[in-house]
């Protein structure tokens, strides 16, 4: 059972538009991070959401940890090629150990 | 600023044998994490150690896979008598002691394991 899904799973745009990409869960998390990962490479921090309602912007980025905080969901302004990558959410859950538990990800592809 | 280091980078084992997978943590890390990423498949936790203690292995399989994070050096993860089946991706991952409810966790860019 994946207690994190994401959508979409697959995004193809173009440079300059804009997109949100969702990550849903039925169970309640401490924090949410947000990750980008590059082929080849291993999974790269963006960003941290403890508080639920809590938003928080990393230049044209913009998190947001849902209320009930059982969702959370990234917006990007104006695409870049340089933002294509693999995104992925990860929840640690409540009373449990630092594991994280990872989404589904999303394959984010810019095109010039 | 050194991050999360791991090595070697790529491994290729013949069915059979031992692979090592070494971690260094970021430097005032005390928490380190191994997550394994499958084929077509997403991140899977496997075990979170502290230095000379593991505190949790619910993501270990139950025979031929170990883990250990000694006083001095890396945190090792070790596969015995590795199976086609174990191909993947090991990222390595560390965090600063805890601080309220945060669990920031950065990762290391990861071993190829090829089994052939």
């Known amino acids: 059972t994946q207690l994190l899904e994401q959508s979409p799973q697959f995004l193809s745009i173009q440079e300059g538009e804009n997109l949100t990409v969702y990550c849903n869960s039925s169970?309640?998390?401490?924090?949410l991070q947000w990750y980008r990962q590059e082929p080849g490479e291993g999974p790269v921090l963006l960003v941290t959401?403890?508080?639920?309602?809590e938003v928080k912007k990393l230049k044209r980025l913009t998190f947001q940890f849902g209320d009930a905080r059982k969702d959370s969901s990234l917006h990007i302004t104006a695409a870049q090629p340089g933002d294509t990558g693999l995104y992925l959410c990860?929840?640690?859950?409540?009373?449990?150990?630092?594991?994280?538990?990872f989404g589904t990800g999303t394959l984010l592809a810019v095109q010039p | 600023n050194a991050g999360v280091m791991q090595n070697p980078r790529h491994l290729v084992r013949r069915r059979g044998q031992e692979a090592r997978l070494r971690c260094s943590p970021m430097?005032?890390?005390?928490?380190v994490y191994w997550y394994r990423q499958l084929p077509e498949e997403g991140l899977k936790f496997m075990v979170y150690l502290q230095k000379e203690n593991i505190i949790d292995e619910s993501g270990m399989p139950k025979e031929r896979f170990s883990a250990e994070f000694p006083k001095e050096g890396p945190s090792i993860l070790r596969i015995q008598q590795v199976v086609r089946g174990d191909s993947a991706a090991y990222f390595c991952a560390s965090s600063p002691p805890m601080s309220g409810l945060t669990y920031e966790q950065y990762f290391g860019p990861g071993t190829r394991l090829t089994v052939t």
């Open positions: 169970s309640v998390f401490s924090s």
């Open positions: 959401v403890v508080t639920g309602g």
């Open positions: 430097k005032g890390h005390s928490h």
């Open positions: 990860a929840g640690a859950k409540l009373g449990a150990t630092n594991k994280l538990i």
